[in-house]
Structure formats: C-alpha cells, structure tokens
C-alpha cells in the first residue's frame, strides 16, 4: 500500500519532535507550509504555549502584491524574529515539520536569521 506525501511528511515530523523540544529560553520554532501561505509559532513545550507566531495572512504581509512565495517567507521570518525579540527570546530550536530544508522553509529560517534570533 502506498504512502501518500503526506504520510511521509507526517512521520518525518513525529521523528523530529521526539528529539526537539522548546523550552521558555529557547523555544521551538514550528512551521507550516501550505501551497499557498506559511504560518510559524515560537512554542514553549514545557509550559504547552505559544510565545509569537506569524503567518503570510497579517495585513502588513499579505499587501506585498507581487512577490514570490519565498520572498514572502522571508518577510514572515523577520516578523517572527521581531515579535520574539519583543518577548526577549533571542536563541531558537527550529523544526522544519518533515518539511525539506529549501525553498520557502530555507528563505523562513533565513528571514528570522536577518531579525536576529540564533538557531
């Protein structure tokens, strides 16, 4: 029987959250990646809370017409960065989500890279 790519995504996912865990100090930046927007949590595994999050759905986002979905990523990134640099959060765990590392993950992480958080 065959696995669909979700499936496979979905195990990926499980075997990395196993070994990640997000702590106040340094909490686990979560992404997901739909085909047409990407949404990011700053998470606190400890305590089951979410400290900043940011999707390409918020106004300031989403009336960048005319960009590529990467570039946009990118924008997220450095919203997410902003918004934990707020809380004083300056150092992250980052789960991809069974997600490769390329494309609009890749330009994500380095859009929080340019905000300033650590990974």
Request: hydrophobic share 35%; glycine share 8%; charged share 35%.
């Amino acid at each position: 029987m065959a696995v669909s790519n979700t499936g496979k995504r979905v195990k990926i996912k499980l075997r990395i959250r196993k070994r990640i865990k997000g702590t106040a100090e340094r909490p686990r930046l979560s992404v997901f990646r739909s085909n047409t927007q990407i949404y990011v949590q700053a998470i606190d595994d400890v305590n089951r809370v979410t400290l900043a999050s940011a999707s390409s759905k918020e106004k300031e986002i989403a009336s960048a017409t005319g960009k590529k979905k990467s570039e946009v990523a990118t924008l997220v990134g450095k919203r997410l960065a902003a918004a934990c640099k707020d809380k004083g959060i300056e150092s992250v765990v980052f789960d991809r989500s069974g997600y490769r590392y390329h494309g609009r993950v890749k330009s994500l992480a380095d859009g929080a890279r340019e905000g300033g958080l650590k990974f």
